[in-house]
């Protein structure tokens, strides 16, 4: 089992930065190192959507609508992804959520399609215009 837990999240003015934090429990240094990472976010009346995310070698994917402000990593030793977050934009507004899976040498890619085993409860961002 694992635990994520977000923070970082507030209400920032647009153009402003903030960094997003997950941190990881339930999984020792040596087990999370395995776990492909991600971030999905939803705003109120949209669907879910894949932020970014990043396999166990660190190679990332981040979604279009964020290329280029947003940024995903990963600290293994502190068990923590990170999201940092750059030029934001009043549509970047919503609920962020870490997510987690199992990545087995065969499915270590980093991907948006799940399925997402762990999902932590969220943090809320908000980008004022």
């Known amino acids: 089992q694992v635990q994520l837990v977000e923070s970082g999240g507030g209400s920032v003015q647009a153009g402003g930065s903030l960094r997003l934090s997950c941190a990881a429990s339930g999984s020792s240094y040596s087990t999370y190192s395995w776990y492909c990472m991600g971030w999905f976010r939803q705003a109120p009346g949209k669907d879910r959507e894949g932020v970014a995310a990043i396999d166990t070698k660190g190679r990332t994917v981040v979604a279009d609508s964020v290329k280029g402000r947003f940024t995903i990593s990963r600290d293994n030793p502190k068990n923590t992804l990170y999201l940092q977050m750059n030029g934001l934009k009043p549509e970047d507004t919503a609920m962020y959520y870490c997510?987690?899976?199992?990545?087995?040498?065969?499915?270590?890619?980093?991907?948006?399609?799940?399925?997402?085993?762990?999902w932590g409860q969220g943090t809320q961002v908000t980008v004022s215009s």
């Open positions: 997510v987690a899976r199992w990545c087995p040498a065969a499915d270590n890619l980093p991907r948006f399609e799940g399925p997402w085993t762990y």
